[in-house]
């Protein structure tokens, strides 16, 4: 009995995985005729598109046209390619046009400059258009000055201007180079002259020389009949010095209550000191008495002296017989100047003095006062006017008599390589000229910023 069940079970189950295998055989036939079916459909709706994709065998439907450049020289040849939108090449067969009219192959030089507009045609095909920018070229260049003649004191501008071949102009003189008298000019296009007589420049741009010009420097201008009255801070100072804020708080008092005062700051004892300070300090505080500020080198400024600003201004209004005017020119490091000392009266024993300073020095700063907050230390504390060098001893050198009469000008002209090693920035130096008395009081003083100008009033 038990034999019989399992022979039964196993037919009954051999025929069930029979039945299955048929019907996963018959799904499969239904299956592959189903794909072939939707495949030749396919096929046949595509044969019988004949509008369809890109128009079959019907041929490009768009134009492109490029140029070698879009900017150009003039003078330069621009060449033209032309392809259809299926990447195929037909500058030979097509026809470019330049502003509407057609061209001889597909090369154009322009007989002008300006912007042209670039299309193509093929067949029945039109491109759209592309715009050529036709440059003006550079034909030469020129050397120019506002006057022929200038007088010392004077600063002469040199303009540097191109001319391109549609006659028009550009200047160029921050590109250029300016020889002066053979030499290139060590401070760009101006210069300072310091004697009378004929300058002769000439100017360089990449591969164009300019013709040269001559300008004539004579010693004929009119000396004023009075100048402009000014007044000078000394101020003796140091960074370890805790109450010395309270003059440099008083000082932009001064400054804020005129343009007539000039301040030289004489640090010791720090690292700003110098020689020449030190010079000072032996002459106008030689008790070593910090802050100490003279004005005029003639009087001490009175404590407070926030509270005393009066006392500067006063000596910083009205006229005098006779003042300083400054002229500069900087390029880098490369510092050229005059200084003119003028007399409206005779001043016999006058002397010069010739200072340079910087400003925008940090450095921290003590601070016992109540200024600024009253912060014990004045971290990056801005030092300004700080004396760097002096081009004569630092009470004056003596004019000669003769040029110290009634009705005269007299100049100093002076050169200098402003040296990294003293100057922290050369674009921060300031020029203090001051005329002295023989007892070494002032007279007056001008300053300027290197590069400008200041007139005697």
């Known amino acids: 009995m038990l034999k019989m069940f399992y022979i039964r079970r196993f ?3 051999h025929t069930t995985l029979k039945l299955l295998i048929m019907h996963k055989k018959n799904a499969l036939k239904i299956f592959l005729f189903v794909a072939i079916a939707t495949i030749f459909a396919c096929s046949s709706s595509e044969d019988n598109n004949g509008d369809g994709g890109n128009g079959g065998n019907d041929g490009p439907t768009s134009l492109i046209v490029t140029a070698s450049s879009l900017f150009v020289d003039f003078g330069t040849e621009v060449t033209f390619t032309v392809k259809t939108n299926e990447g195929t090449i037909v500058t030979g067969e097509a026809i470019v046009l330049v502003n509407g009219s057609p061209i001889t192959g597909n090369a154009y030089n322009s007989p002008d400059t300006g912007e042209y507009a670039v299309t193509a045609t093929y067949e029945a095909l039109t491109s759209s258009a592309i715009t050529v920018n036709v440059i003006p070229v550079l034909e030469s260049i020129s050397i120019e000055t506002a006057n022929a003649v200038y007088n010392l004191g004077d600063r002469v501008e040199y303009l540097v201007v191109g001319t391109d071949n549609n006659g028009g102009t550009t200047t160029l003189t921050s590109a250029s180079t300016i020889f002066v008298e053979n030499a290139e000019s060590v401070t760009g296009n101006i210069i300072i002259p310091g004697v009378t007589g004929t300058i002769e420049a000439y100017a360089t741009f990449n591969e164009f020389t300019s013709d040269a010009i001559t300008v004539t ?4 201008a009119s000396t004023p009949g009075s100048f402009t009255k000014k007044a000078l801070i000394e101020d003796y100072t140091g960074t370890w010095c805790g109450w010395c804020p309270r003059v440099s708080y008083g000082i932009e008092q001064v400054e804020a209550a005129t343009e007539n005062a000039v301040v030289v700051a004489v640090h010791a004892g720090d690292v700003m000191s110098t020689s020449y300070g030190n010079q000072l300090i032996g002459t106008y505080n030689p008790s070593g008495s910090y802050p100490t500020a003279i004005i005029n080198r003639t009087s001490e400024w009175n404590y407070p ?32 100047f005059i200084v003119s000392a003028g007399f409206a009266e005779n001043m016999p024993g006058t002397k010069l003095v010739v200072l340079l300073l910087e400003d925008g020095l940090t450095y921290d700063q003590d601070n016992y006062t109540d200024y600024y907050n009253g912060v014990d230390v004045l971290e990056d504390f801005v030092h300004d006017n700080v004396l760097r060098y002096s081009f004569t001893s630092v009470l004056g050198d ?19 390589e402003i040296p990294a090693n003293i100057f ?3 674009a921060n130096v ?20 290197v590069g400008s100008f200041a007139d005697f009033n």
């Open 11 to 13: 037919q009954k189950t």
């Open 305 to 336: 002296e926030p509270s005393n600003v009066a006392q500067v201004t006063n000596l910083a209004t009205g006229t005098l017989g006779t003042g300083v005017a400054i002229n500069s020119a900087v390029k880098g490091s490369n510092l050229s």
């Open 430 to 449: 300031e020029i203090v000229a001051m005329l002295v008395s023989s007892n070494n009081q002032l007279i007056n003083v001008n300053s300027i910023n």
């Open 424 to 426: 922290e920035n050369a």
């Open 398 to 416: 003596a004019i000669p008599g003769g040029e110290t009469v009634a009705n005269n000008t007299y100049h100093a002209k002076y050169d200098y």
């Open 217 to 220: 420097i004579e010693d004929n």
